[in-house]
């Protein structure tokens, strides 16, 4: 028995689908009628409307949250992380002294970094603050109230304050910064310093001895606390320069600096930044 297919020719096929394109016997275009795609279309208008309205409301209700000034989120028990200057990749500062090529970047970066420190900078734009203490600014009634910076004087650094910073004459400077934290007094009213040392015991006698600038690595209470850059415009990080005197040539050192104060951790296992910073410095000479 033969079954028959049913064949469709391709006239037939077009006519189909121009009826399902537009029928004029029930005017449905596609396959609905008029009222039934204003409806579509209307619920999706509403639709989609209500969605954006609940994502505007959303997003407005967060932001009357937010305080411009302040983060919202800020791990005060957190330790502030702290850094080098000059910074690369690996925190790892090698040099030949008799090849400037391979230290004038170095002394680029510092001197980028140190620009800012200028004294003359520093005199127009800060004030002259009474060391040893916190400079508190309370906002006396008015919110958010500017907040003036203390001078950290680019002079203050000494040999470490500018020409090659000691890359010259393999006696190089390392910029250590603590990064800010607002509304941090660290310290606990007591002396901050910045101390430095060779990582293992055994290599402090290749390391040779080292320089602090400003004199005992001190780091002035007058530059705490750092209210947030929208109020303290002007802040001036303070710095810690070391400087490597004696430093045995053609070894690799590994120094660890770490922040002395009070307040602050320089021993947690888990971040190798928080409270300390460790760099490896070489220099190389014939
Ligand atoms: C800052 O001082 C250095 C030298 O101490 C100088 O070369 C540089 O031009 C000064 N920059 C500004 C902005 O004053
Ligand atoms: C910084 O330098 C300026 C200009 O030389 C000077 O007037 C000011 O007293 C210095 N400030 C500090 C804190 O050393
Ligand atoms: C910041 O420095 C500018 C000059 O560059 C000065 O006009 C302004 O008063 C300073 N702001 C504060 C809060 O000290
Ligand atoms: C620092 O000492 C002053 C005076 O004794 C005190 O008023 C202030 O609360 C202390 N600040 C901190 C952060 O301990
Ligand atoms: C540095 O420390 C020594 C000994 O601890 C002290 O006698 C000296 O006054 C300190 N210098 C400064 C500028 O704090
Ligand atoms: C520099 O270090 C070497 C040993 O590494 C030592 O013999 C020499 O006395 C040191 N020089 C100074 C000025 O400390
Ligand atoms: C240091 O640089 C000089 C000059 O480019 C070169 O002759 C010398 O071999 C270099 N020394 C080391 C230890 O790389």
């Known amino acids: 028995m033969a079954v028959e297919k049913e064949k469709k020719s391709c006239g037939q096929v077009m006519a189909e689908w121009r009826q399902f394109i537009w029928d004029p016997r029930t005017h449905q275009f596609m396959g609905r009628t008029g009222t039934s795609w204003a409806l579509i279309l209307l619920f999706y208008l509403v639709f989609y409307g209500f969605l954006t309205a609940l994502f505007i409301l959303t997003m407005w209700v967060l932001l009357q949250t937010v305080d411009p000034h302040m983060p919202k989120y800020q791990d005060r028990l957190a330790t502030p992380g702290v850094m080098i200057r000059p910074k690369t990749e690996a925190l790892d500062v090698t040099f030949n ?34 060391p040893g203490r ?4 309370p906002d006396d009634g008015v919110p958010n109230y500017p907040k003036r910076a203390c001078q ?17 004459d393999g006696r190089p400077c390392v910029l250590v910064k603590m990064n800010r934290v607002i509304n941090f007094f660290p310290g606990d009213n007591k002396t901050v310093s910045v101390v430095c040392a060779a990582k293992k015991e ?30 303290h415009v002007n802040y001036t990080q303070p710095v810690v320069a070391v400087q490597f005197l004696n430093l045995t040539a053609n070894v690799d050192h590994n120094v660890e600096c770490h922040i002395r104060a009070a307040n602050i951790r320089a021993d947690d296992e888990r971040d190798k930044f928080a409270g300390r910073v460790a760099f490896k410095i070489r220099v190389n000479r014939n």
């Open 97 to 130: 002294v008799s090849n400037t090529e391979t230290w004038d970047h170095y002394v680029k970066m510092l001197d980028e970094f140190l620009e800012p420190y200028n004294d003359s900078v520093q005199a127009a734009t800060n004030a002259a603050c009474r």
């Open 134 to 137: 916190y400079n508190e600014q």
């Open 152 to 168: 950290f004087n680019r002079t203050q650094l000494g040999p470490c304050a500018g020409r090659t910073y000691g890359y010259g």
């Open 202 to 231: 055994e290599d402090v006698a290749q390391l040779g001895d080292l320089a602090l600038y400003p004199a005992n690595g001190t780091i002035d209470l007058m530059y705490f606390p750092y209210y947030g850059k929208k109020v």
